[in-house]
């Protein structure tokens, strides 16, 4: 270290030999107590252990690159990517942890506060601990029950075939968040062994909106989508989300109201009202139209809206024969 940079002569891919700064592609180095290692880049065969009360700060790990939380020893705002894979042995304490491809392994008695998987895998063994937000965009995989004090937000990008948690009865929760803007169609397995969750999920958007509360075997519409949780007799927890088409073209007479499009959720409630009056006659249907009988002179406002949504669509007013 010279003028509070690091230095280290190493070999690149074309086997030339490179001054590189600030960053380590080979060897081990040692954060010892009372020590502190800022803004380094570590890559290839390099690994760092940072031992009993030693700090790392700002820290990215990449292909093949390797970082140690030992007994004691801390990290903070550290980038896990690709090829990168960091270890928080027990007693060690990580925070602000971004991984983005690479892997995270929590011993027991091993603390990790505040992470965001991106892509990549956080893996838990009994006993490790979570404090702060836990952000899964990829997968958290526990052998054994950890002791969880963070708030667990699942992120949904692409449906995919395997669980984003494997085995939620190891992870002690008792509420799940669920961020699903923007969340392509498709099901979305959220976590195994789930029979034991009895909660609902809090459904946002990126920005923390809140859309609504799920509980298994409901379903929620909010806007042109439609999610509905659900628990297998198998024990996993999923979300479907699907687009539903709304109603884009409304026609009316005083003999029969109808639309253009089926929603996925396939129920309507249509109201009609005489114009400049508040109440109104409901009618429900599951088909694209209602007829009117012997509709009394008079010109009359409606609407039509999808059952169990927020969705609606105002029709011209229609007159029935002999009104003014």
Same mark, same amino acid.
């Not at 008695?109 to 006993?127: D, F, P, R």
């Not at 996925?264 to 249509?270: C, E, G, K, M």
């Not at 927020?310 to 007013?317: P, T």
């Given at each position: ?20 700064? =600030? ?72 925070? =602000? ?51 969880? =004090? ?30 699903? =803007? ?143």
């Amino acid at each position: 270290m010279y003028q509070g940079r690091y230095y280290q002569l190493a070999l690149n891919n074309n086997a030339e030999l490179v001054l590189m700064v =600030n960053a380590f592609a080979a060897g081990v180095w040692n954060v010892a107590a009372g020590e502190s290692l800022t803004n380094v880049e570590i890559t290839s065969a390099a690994r760092l252990h940072v031992r009993a009360d030693g700090t790392a700060d700002d820290l990215s790990l990449s292909s093949g690159g390797v970082a140690y939380a030992l007994e004691l020893g801390t990290i903070r705002n550290v980038s896990v990517n690709d090829g990168g894979a960091l270890f928080v042995a027990m007693a060690g304490r990580v925070e =602000n942890i971004t991984v983005s491809g690479g892997m995270v392994h929590v011993a027991t008695g091993g603390v990790v506060e505040n992470v965001t998987i991106e892509s990549g895998t956080l893996y838990l063994y009994g006993g490790a601990i979570l404090d702060g937000t836990i952000n899964i965009g990829g997968t958290i995989i526990l052998d054994d029950t950890v002791q969880n =004090n963070a708030n667990i937000n699942l992120i949904l990008s692409a449906p995919s075939d395997s669980a984003m948690i494997n085995d939620l009865s190891r992870l002690s929760v008792s509420a799940l968040d669920v961020t699903v =803007n923007p969340a392509a169609e498709g099901d979305y397995l959220l976590a195994g062994n789930a029979s034991g969750f009895t909660e609902s999920i809090s459904v946002t958007t990126s920005e923390g909106e809140l859309l609504g509360e799920l509980a298994a075997g409901e379903t929620l519409q909010s806007g042109d989508s439609c999610y509905s949780l659900d628990l297998s007799q198998a024990g996993t927890l999923s979300l479907n989300v699907k687009s539903v088409s709304v109603p884009i073209t409304l026609t009316g007479t005083a003999e029969r109201l109808s639309w253009s499009g089926i929603a996925a959720v396939n129920s309507f409630s249509v109201a009609l009202s005489k114009a400049g009056t508040a109440t109104a006659i409901r009618l429900e249907t599951t088909a694209s139209g209602v007829d009117l009988y012997a509709l009394p002179d008079g010109t009359y406002d409606w609407s039509v809206a999808m059952t169990n949504g927020s969705i609606s669509r105002n029709g011209d007013r229609v007159t029935a024969s002999g009104s003014e």
